[in-house]
Every structure is written in structure tokens, then in C-alpha cells.
């Protein structure tokens, strides 16, 4: 019988080894995966001010690049795309208003244009987007 009790031993250490190799494969996922989660960002240069405010109504997001392209949301538009999206919105017109992201060297005439279009489906409500300039 005292072989019997040698065998019965008590287990009074924890094998670390498992934890640790779960936790460097998840490490490994995360690390290929994040690249792949960061969304594409659409490149301008916001002219700077020295006041800004924040806004909390439902908007649309445009952004106006120094080409003259325009994006909703990130995707690329054209006029007639950006009014169906404009005129498929559930709810008041009033209460909508547009950010308008527009490159410092984009076209006045873009600027406006998009502005003319948004204004003709109703949307009166605007915020021009800038970066808050810090003071050297």
C-alpha cells in the first residue's frame, strides 16, 4: 500500500506554460488583425482656426480633397449619389446638417457647389471642419 500513496500525490503547483502560449497566439492575432481593423483615411489638410465648437446633431460627413473629389462617409461620391443619400434619409430635413471637411487648397467652387446641392434638398444646417491652431 505505500506505493498506492505515492502516486496520490497532491498537486500544489500551477503549470503556467498553457497561459502563456494561449496568450501569445492571441498577441499574434491581434497584432496581424489590427492592420486590417484601422480604417483607410482619406487624406486633406483642415485649415486651422482659433475657436471650434462640437457638434451632436445627425450629420453628413463630407470631405471635399484638393482634386475636387468628394466622399460621404468615407466613400467616394458623385453629385447624383450624394443627393439620393441626401434625399433617402428618414426624418426632418431641418434637423440634418452637413461637416464639411474640405482640403485648405480644394476650389472654392467645390466647396460651394456641394454646399448648393445639400442646400437644395433642404439641409441648411453647416459646420466647416478645422484643425484648432495652437498658439507658438
Known amino acids: 500500500m505505500a506505493g498506492s500513496a505515492d502516486l496520490e500525490e ?3 503547483a500551477i503549470n503556467v506554460t498553457p ?3 494561449v496568450m501569445m497566439v492571441l498577441l499574434i492575432i491581434f497584432m496581424v488583425t ?4 484601422v480604417k483607410e483615411a482619406i487624406e486633406v489638410e483642415l485649415p486651422r482656426a482659433a475657436a471650434g465648437g462640437e ?5 453628413f460627413a463630407i470631405v471635399i480633397t484638393k ?10 461620391v458623385t453629385e447624383e449619389a450624394l443627393l439620393a443619400k ?5 426624418g426632418k430635413k431641418e434637423d440634418m446638417q452637413a461637416i464639411i471637411s ?8 467645390a466647396v460651394v457647389r456641394v454646399l448648393d446641392l445639400l442646400r437644395s434638398e ?3 444646417k453647416f459646420a466647416i471642419q478645422i484643425e484648432r491652431q495652437t498658439n507658438p
Open 10 to 12: 497532491e498537486i500544489t
Open 19 to 21: 497561459l502563456v502560449d
Open 34 to 37: 489590427a492592420t486590417y481593423i
Open 55 to 59: 457638434t451632436t446633431a445627425r450629420t
Open 67 to 76: 482634386e475636387g473629389r468628394s466622399y460621404l462617409d468615407g466613400a467616394l
Open 86 to 90: 441626401v434625399e433617402g434619409e428618414e
Open 102 to 109: 474640405a482640403d485648405r487648397q480644394a476650389q472654392h467652387g
Open 122 to 124: 433642404g439641409i441648411t
